[in-house]
């Protein structure tokens, strides 16, 4: 069984020390190919999600995806990775 597309999101950011949010969501959509939830838009909400509550740390890059979604570089933070060792 797959992980929840957060915890994945946050474990591919953990597993890089810096990634951008295009990056994030080819390898989330090859993992979870046909899964309708899996959009740029809601990719960017849970990026959005994270960093307020401080899992993550996001940098605009002033880039933009083809479907309008702005690019973000993607740290995970030490917070984040306690987190994701309590999840995992």
């Known amino acids: 069984m797959k992980p929840l597309v957060k915890v994945r999101l946050l474990q591919i950011v953990a597993e890089n020390e810096l990634i951008t949010s295009d990056a994030l969501f080819e390898i989330i959509a090859q993992e979870y190919q ?3 939830f899996v959009t740029p838009e809601n990719l ?3 990026l959005r999600s994270f960093a307020t509550r401080g899992l993550l740390e996001t940098r605009q ?3 933009f995806t083809f479907d309008g979604v702005e690019q973000k570089m993607c740290r995970v933070t030490d ?3 306690r987190s ?3 999840l995992l």
Do not use: I
């Open 84 to 86: 994701l060792k309590a």
């Open 44 to 46: 960017d909400e849970y």
């Open 61 to 63: 890059m002033n880039a």
């Open 34 to 36: 046909g899964e309708r």
């Open 79 to 81: 917070m984040g990775k």
